[in-house]
C-alpha cells in the first residue's frame, strides 16, 4: 500500500500525482445478468447452454485442462460442426444482443460526474473491463465507450478472417496480470510488466482501484487489490445461491460490501459506492497534500 511504503518528512518530493481513480469490473455476472455467450454465441450455434458448459465442466475435470482452454475449443469445434465459421465481424454483430443489469448503461456518467464535483475536477476516475469472455464481443458493447480499456481472451484470426486457436485467455488467476497493467501503466500488452517499478512512480496505485465482481472467478484479483490497500464489491443477483458467494466473499473479508447487482440511482450498490468513493477522493486529496 502506498501509504506503508512512503513516509513524508515535509520536504518537496518529485514523485507522480496519483491523482486516478480506476474501476474495474468482471463482466458476466457483474454488468449482465447471464454469461455473454448465452446472448450471443450459443443461440447463434444452436447450442443448448446447459449441455454445453457441463461437457466443459466434465472434460476439464478430467483431463485436468484449462477451463477457458476447454471452452474455446469446444466452441471452434462446434462451430466446424455445424458448417459455420466465427470471423471477428460476427462477433461484433453478436454484441448488440446483450442485456444489462438495471442501471448499467447510465452508471459510468454518473459515477464520473460524481468524482468530478466531489474533487472539484481535481481527480480523475477511469472504468475498466477484466473479463475471461471474448474480446471480439466486448469489442462491440454498447458502453464500450465509456471503458478505457477492455481486457478479454481473444481468438487467433487466420488469412480468411476465421477464428482457429485461441490467442489470449484469461482465466481467474491470469486476470492479476491485468490489474498490475493497470497499477503501472502498461495497457499495451506488448509491454513488460515484471521490471520494478517504484511505488510512487506507478500511475494508478492499488490504493485507488475498485473492484466490482459477482464470484469465484473474482477472488484472486478481489484478493489482491484488498491486500495491497484497495476495495472490493460483491454483486450478487437475487437468488439463494448467488447471495450465499456473496456473503461467503464478505465473510472471508474479500469484499469491503455486497450489493444486489442494481446499478441504478436509488440502489445500495450506488449509495455505498458514493461513500467508498468519499473515501478514496479523500486518500488522495491527503495524499496530494502532503506532496504540495
Ligand atoms: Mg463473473
Known sequence: ???????????????????????????????????????????????????????????????????????????????????????????????????YYDGVTTWFNKINKYVDKKSNSKIKISHYIISAGHLEILEGISIKRHIKKIFASEYYYNKKDIAVFPKIVVTDTTKTQYLFRINKGKENLADSINEHMEEHKRPIPFDNMIYIGDGLTDVPSMALIKKEGGHSIAVYQNNKAQIKISENLLKANRVDFIAPANFSEKSKLYENMQYLLDYVIAKIKYRLKLQS
Open 1 to 99: 500500500m502506498w501509504f506503508r511504503n512512503h513516509k513524508y518528512t515535509g520536504s518537496k518530493r518529485n514523485v507522480m500525482k496519483q491523482d486516478n481513480i480506476a474501476i474495474i469490473y468482471d463482466f458476466d455476472g457483474t454488468l449482465t445478468p447471464k454469461t455473454m455467450q448465452e446472448y450471443t454465441l450459443l443461440p447463434r450455434l444452436g447450442i443448448k447452454s446447459k449441455n454445453f458448459w457441463a461437457d466443459i465442466v466434465r472434460e476439464t475435470e478430467k483431463t485436468g485442462a484449462e477451463t477457458m482452454m476447454v471452452y474455446m475449443r469446444h466452441l471452434l469445434d462446434c462451430a466446424t460442426e455445424k458448417k459455420l465459421s466465427i470471423s471477428k465481424s460476427e462477433f461484433l454483430k453478436m454484441s448488440k444482443d446483450i442485456e
